[in-house]
């Protein structure tokens, strides 16, 4: 079973910054693609950001909330993923999960179809 | 953007019953249409993927219909197990990646 573990959370005070990692296991993961979601506390579902397979271009795609703000990375001989959060906002505060991605036609990924347990980022003064 | 309305916000049947959960899209979206199931404290699952396809280990008694704007995921005799929020969700497939969720159906014992 693919396994995807967060770490790297916890409180930061507004303007602060915060790397998230997120390692994967049995997974094909360099040619997998990779996604960010997150979960503000009692709140739905938002999408943060996606980076593709170095196969698909390696580029990275944002959430217009933190475009600008956040980075998206990937190490694929380790097997890692990261979100680089700068300049976080109190409404940044939220449970992150990193997801694959799958397509369900052509390769252009559109729906997550592993996750990880999520990692609480709490901004905060 | 594109805008999911899923209904009804909160939905309270007995385990054995049938549920019916509806996803509604802003424009159409052809097939493209996921839901997950989320159960408190832990993270989604995905169910059901281009609208009718089960996602691995997915019992059969979930099933997805629909295309266009109009989309329903069926759970067919409830187990107590399936009580749970669950989300429709799409990805535009041209131009700027947009990932949007509906906003949840909460299914409830009741």
């Known amino acids: 079973d693919v396994h995807l573990v967060e770490s790297g959370g916890g409180l930061v005070k507004p303007g602060g910054s915060l790397r998230l990692s997120c390692a994967a296991s049995e997974l094909t993961f360099a040619s997998a693609w990779m996604s960010w979601v997150r979960q503000a506390p009692g709140r739905g579902l938002e999408w943060v950001g996606h980076?593709?397979?170095?196969?698909?271009?390696?580029?990275?795609d944002y959430a217009p909330p933190v475009k600008g703000r956040f980075t998206i990375s990937r190490d694929d001989s380790k097997k890692m993923l990261y979100l680089q959060m700068n300049t976080l906002k109190t409404e940044d505060t939220a449970v992150y999960y990193c997801?694959?991605?799958?397509?369900?036609?052509?390769?252009?990924?559109?729906?997550?179809?592993?996750w990880g347990q999520g990692v609480l980022v709490t901004v905060s003064s | 953007e594109i805008v999911l309305t899923q209904s009804p916000a909160t939905l309270s049947l007995s385990p054995g019953e049938r549920a019916a959960l509806s996803c509604r899209a802003s424009q159409s979206i052809s097939s493209y249409l996921a839901w997950y199931q989320q159960k408190p404290g832990q993270a989604p699952r995905l169910l059901i993927y281009a609208a009718s396809n089960r996602a691995t280990d997915i019992p059969a008694r979930f099933s997805g219909s629909g295309s266009g704007t109009e989309f329903t995921l069926t759970i067919t005799s409830l187990e107590p197990e399936d009580f749970a929020i669950y989300y429709c969700?799409?990805?535009?497939?041209?131009?700027?990646?947009?990932?949007?969720f509906g906003q949840g159906t909460t299914l409830e014992i009741k």
């Open positions: 969700q799409h990805r535009i497939k041209w131009g700027v990646p947009e990932y949007t």
């Open positions: 997801t694959t991605e799958s397509a369900s036609f052509g390769s252009d990924g559109d729906y997550f179809d592993h």
């Open positions: 980076i593709r397979s170095k196969t698909d271009g390696g580029s990275a």
